[in-house]
């Protein structure tokens, strides 16, 4: 949905209601551990220019995932002491 997307800030930035849109996507790479139809970064730069949006203030950022890393401590959600308070 893309398309829809950058259509409604082509027609907010040129009626004057928005000054500047913001677009984020995942990488190419990232992409390929997301569902099918999540949009990458090639993909919507392709959609800007066909849409004729490459002119507007159109900003387009790509985000990436630094890779894996040391897993996270569990977070305690249960403090009590094991015994169930009485009624």
Request: one cysteine or more.
């Amino acid at each position: 949905m893309l398309y829809k997307d950058i259509l409604h800030l082509k027609s907010r930035i040129v009626g004057g209601d928005i000054d500047l849109g913001v677009i984020i996507v995942p990488s190419d790479h990232l992409q390929s551990f997301l569902p099918d139809r999540t949009p990458c970064f090639s993909y919507a730069k392709k959609v800007i220019v066909e849409q004729d949006a490459d002119r507007l203030p159109i900003v387009l950022i790509e985000m990436e995932h630094d890779g894996p890393g040391p897993s996270l401590d569990k977070k305690v959600t249960n403090t009590s002491t094991g015994k169930r308070r009485k009624p």
